[in-house]
């Protein structure tokens, strides 16, 4: 036997297997911007994991797992993928000019409560190099246990100077540098920001040597521009979206899930 089979069958549990695509839910937000609308309490995050189970992959915290760990029991239920790292770049409470990492939990502990992958960040640009260094470390070692254990590595690779240059977002020659970086290191998925247009999402997906994933970002003051660019991210050649905000934080979030699988999967949704 061999733990690449155990990447295969994870994979193949990720994505569809019509559409060969997957939407995923970036469901842990709270360990890096605190209580926000759609995951308030815990009664709130119980009522929105019922209202996504018809998505391919929910990701979550390892905090939340023992209180969610239902909505992953039984067949037809999402794939369960664990939120690796702690940032602090992005948040608006407390906000650092450069923040940092740290490590959750371990591979390991991930696969035994029953994951079927992880997703870690790597920020490159760090005004001192050896930050930078660190990061690549610490997601190749993240890569290589993953080998080792057969689950699927996610990055979602970003600038570190977001917060003082948030045009980095869209420029194309940061997001490549940064996908192919962590596809380099061993990454099995890339999560990007969608990167201002479709000819960019196309470049990106055209550099990036393993399935590129496009992120929501902040909630879209109108819905229909955040469907807008998920499915031009799909018509671009990207494999799926990790949406967290214009889904959890929808006024009908059955609803809105429902309409995103119809724009990832297409007729196989």
């Known amino acids: 036997m061999d733990s690449r089979t155990g990447k295969k069958i994870r994979m193949g549990r ?23 609308p759609g995951m308030m309490t815990p009664a ?5 994991c019922d209202a996504m189970a018809e998505v391919d992959g929910l990701m979550i915290a390892p905090g939340m797992l023992p209180r969610l760990e239902g909505y992953f029991v039984g067949r037809n239920r999402p794939s369960l993928l664990i939120h690796m790292d702690y940032q602090s770049y992005v948040r608006e409470v407390l906000p650092y000019d450069h923040g940092g990492t740290a490590q959750l939990a371990s591979v390991e502990q991930a696969l035994a409560a029953g994951a079927d992958g992880i997703m870690s960040y790597l920020y490159i640009g760090h005004p001192d190099p050896e930050i930078e ?10 890569a290589r246990e993953c080998e080792r254990l057969g689950m699927v590595f996610m990055v979602e690779a970003l600038s570190a100077q977001l917060r003082r240059h948030p045009e980095h977002r869209t420029d194309i020659a940061i997001q490549a540098l940064g996908c192919r970086i962590a596809a380099e290191l061993g990454a099995d998925l890339v999560k990007a920001f969608y990167p201002g247009s479709l000819e960019n999402v196309s470049e990106m997906a055209r550099t990036c040597p393993v399935p590129l994933m496009l992120a929501g970002g902040a909630k879209a003051a109108n819905p229909e ?31 809105t899930v429902r309409r995103y699988r119809r724009i990832v ?4 949704a």
């Open 265 to 268: 999967h297409g007729d196989a």
């Open 133 to 142: 260094k660190l990061e690549i470390l610490r997601n190749a070692r993240l």
């Open 225 to 255: 521009d955040a469907f807008g660019h998920a499915d031009d991210a799909i018509k671009a050649g990207a494999s799926g979206l990790v949406f967290g905000r214009n889904i959890f934080e929808a006024d009908d979030v059955r609803a």
């Open 44 to 48: 709130e995050m119980e009522a929105a």
């Open 14 to 36: 990720l994505f569809n297997q019509h559409s060969h695509k997957a939407l995923l839910v970036a469901y842990s937000h709270g360990v890096i911007m605190g209580p926000l």
